[in-house]
């Protein structure tokens, strides 16, 4: 994992300095602005890389990616694209050329590695970063665009390196969450779910699973149809956000069931934090067409690792196994509350 990150850093780092020189040598005021601002983005890209590369060496990220090799060949390859490009031309280069050179350094960038990556390091901020970058492409694009005629081959160019930027993005977004509520899906979980469990027997850091379950959801789907259901769904998933802290995995585990992966998480946090979703949930209601309320509750089970630094791992069936046993036990005790938490014993 530091392989990779570290590789990240260092293409984020080229492209600063490729732009810093594209903004010094442009011969066009308005055209270096724009370049500046490109490299002034490619810096804020290399502090979030610098950042996780960070919290990996101080054991606060666990290795998310299961084929590190394949993925830092992967990278390694883009990294010696960018290489190739000799900085100490680009006083040589016309407009046209420079900008051309500006395309070919994001067409390497654009790269759906990128989008993996910050899917699985920083899910809270997922948005925030996929935001950022396509505002970052777009400036470039919009650069083109101001240059060349709607139907000429350089604008084409321009627009298919934004759409390919976007279709990446999208074809993320559909594999690794949930249409309905936005919310990370049940393949994100087991994704997410072996690497936190490597990461806590390795540092000895506690992780929390929580289930949460909406109380007698079948009953209003059947009462006030599946719309009813569709949004309610969507409101306790809005809630559910407001209320889990920006390290912890939010996800849609079933139909009407949701999950938790809190890090850095003993008993104790385990306890607050199921408790907040459970009032949170209780000041959720939604309206039928008759503009009645219904109330929405929810039932909670978690379930704790924590061990010794170096131990073996826990088995990822064994922590779920485990919430499950204390949601059952929510649910026989009234429902509308969270269990206490179980410890995973090793099998």
């Not at 990996?56 to 694209?81: K, S, Y």
């Not at 910050?118 to 101001?146: F, W």
């Not at 385990?270 to 209780?282: P, Y």
Request: charged share 25%.
């Amino acid at each position: 994992m530091r392989e990779i990150l570290d590789v990240c850093v260092k293409m984020d780092r080229f492209a600063e300095r490729l732009y810093a020189a594209l903004a010094e040598q442009c011969p066009e005021p308005g055209l270096a602005t724009t370049f500046s601002r490109l490299a002034a983005d490619e810096a804020q890209h290399t502090g979030w890389w610098e950042g996780l590369l960070e919290a990996w060496e101080h054991g606060l990220l666990p290795d998310l990616v299961n084929d590190t090799t394949g993925l830092a060949e992967r990278l390694t390859d883009v990294h010696g694209e960018l290489s190739r490009i000799d900085l100490g031309l680009i006083g040589e280069l016309d407009v046209e050329r420079m900008l051309a050179l500006a395309a070919r350094v994001e067409f390497f960038m654009i790269d759906p590695v990128f989008s993996e990556l910050i899917e699985l390091t920083e899910p809270a901020q997922s948005e925030h970063r996929h935001a950022a970058y396509q505002a970052h492409i777009q400036r470039l694009v919009n650069e083109i665009a101001a240059r060349y005629p709607d139907d000429s081959l350089a604008a084409l160019l321009a627009s298919s390196l934004s759409r390919s930027w976007r279709d990446n993005r999208r074809l993320s977004v559909y594999a690794t969450h949930d249409a309905l509520t936005g919310l990370y899906n049940r393949r994100a979980l087991y994704t997410h779910l072996p690497q936190w469990t490597a990461w806590s027997a390795r540092y000895g850091h506690p992780l929390a699973v929580l289930l949460i379950d909406i109380d007698r959801f079948k009953d209003i789907n059947h009462t006030h149809g599946h719309a009813i259901g569709d949004l309610a769904l969507a409101s306790i998933a809005q809630a559910m956000r407001h209320v889990t802290r920006a390290s912890d995995l939010v996800v849609r585990y079933g139909g009407d069931e949701f999950a938790v992966i809190a890090p850095e998480t003993g008993v104790s946090e385990c306890v607050d934090l199921a408790n907040r979703i459970v009032e949170a949930i209780r000041q959720v209601s939604v309206s039928t067409d008759d503009g009645s309320a219904i109330p929405l509750t929810v039932s909670i089970g978690s379930a704790v690792a924590h061990d010794v630094a170096g131990s073996p791992p826990y088995r990822v069936e064994s922590l779920l196994a485990a919430a499950d046993q204390a949601l059952y036990s929510a649910k026989s005790a009234g429902r509308d509350r969270a269990a206490d938490p179980l410890t995973v014993e090793r099998v």
